[in-house]
């Protein structure tokens, strides 16, 4: 069964730091999304993007964040410069078109920022 | 983002029991509702997807909405150790490119 992977599946970075975390979708889906979960609270929404580009952001997006993609498989989350704060699992998700809000996850990044 | 709640738990049950879990939620635009099952330190899995009030069945599993009291629940039949794993509902506004608005989860054990 078609499955959203990420990589890596634990990134540690000093604070400052640029990270990029990545996704593949599954690859006949056309709305991805970028979530993220700090332990022990809730999933929250960060970035939605479909024909290429932002749908829709929340207040945790600032300009910090930003999102790509590159090629025609790859979802990427940059963060320019880390905060302590920004240590989260982050998720990706895909849907299809026909599928409305039936969103798939991947397994998540788990970000560690020291 | 409007707010959705759901008890934490932890909820402990014997295997067989029937498991509910419940999120209430304030904003009345919210059309669909899933339930999402995450294993510790996984992504969230989709369960159950539903948009009419009403129950929707799928095998030991049973969605309910009944959006005039802003109230989801999920019902987990037989349930076994298997089950164990944190039980998100989520919603969205609607059919379009909306995000979804998590409830924290509850966290469910089966004991054998």
């Known amino acids: 069964e078609p499955e959203v992977t990420q990589t890596p599946s634990h990134q540690v970075t000093q604070m400052g730091q640029e990270v990029i975390l990545r996704c593949v979708p599954i690859s006949n889906h056309l709305y991805f999304y970028w979530y993220r979960q700090i332990l022990g609270q809730k999933v929250e929404f960060l970035v939605s993007f479909y024909n290429n580009e932002i749908s829709e952001k929340s207040e945790i997006f600032d300009d910090q964040f930003s999102v790509e993609r590159p090629d025609g498989s790859n979802f990427t989350l940059k963060i320019r410069s880390t905060k302590l704060e920004d240590s989260a699992m982050y998720f990706c998700?895909?849907?299809?078109?026909?599928?409305?809000?039936?969103?798939?996850f991947g397994p998540g990044t788990r970000l560690t920022v020291l | 983002q409007k707010e959705v709640e759901q008890d934490p738990g932890p909820l402990s049950v014997p295997e067989g029991a029937i498991v509910s879990l419940n999120c209430t939620y304030s904003?009345?635009?919210?059309?669909?509702f899933m339930w999402y099952r995450q294993y510790s330190r996984k992504g969230p899995e989709l369960l159950m997807y539903?948009?009419?009030?009403g129950n929707k069945e799928d095998g030991r599993f049973t969605a309910q909405v009944d959006k005039s009291s802003k109230y989801i629940s999920l019902f987990i039949r037989d349930s076994q150790p298997s089950d164990s794993a944190t039980y998100l509902c989520?919603?969205?506004?609607?059919?379009?490119?909306?995000?979804?608005?998590f409830g924290k989860g509850t966290r469910l054990s089966v004991i054998a």
């Open positions: 989520a919603m969205t506004l609607n059919s379009g490119n909306t995000p979804l608005v």
């Open positions: 904003n009345s635009a919210f059309q669909y």
């Open positions: 998700a895909s849907r299809s078109r026909d599928r409305n809000n039936e969103q798939f």
């Open positions: 539903t948009y009419s009030s």
